[in-house]
């Protein structure tokens, strides 16, 4: 990359520039999605599959924050 400051980019520099930074965080998270899959062990996956119980009546409560 150079050292110009990007306020002396033209616009279209200032794009191809925004559109690589982007292009590698996608790239990066491909990358780590496939590592995470990788190594998900079977018995995880199939407990992913249950989902979560909820055991007999909910009730939702709140509390007030006093700060």
């Known amino acids: 990359m ?3 400051p ?3 980019f ?3 520099q200032r794009f191809t520039r925004v559109a ?3 292009a590698l965080g ?8 496939r590592r995470y899959e990788t190594q998900i062990p079977d018995s995880t996956a ?4 249950k989902g979560l119980e909820v ?7 709140v509390t007030r924050f006093q700060g």
């Open 2 to 4: 150079s050292k110009t």
């Open 6 to 8: 990007a306020s002396e």
């Open 10 to 12: 033209t616009p279209e």
């Open 55 to 61: 055991l007999g009546e909910t009730r939702l409560s």
């Open 46 to 49: 199939e407990a992913e599959e």
């Open 26 to 33: 996608v790239r990066r998270q491909c990358q780590l999605k």
């Open 20 to 22: 690589a930074i982007l």
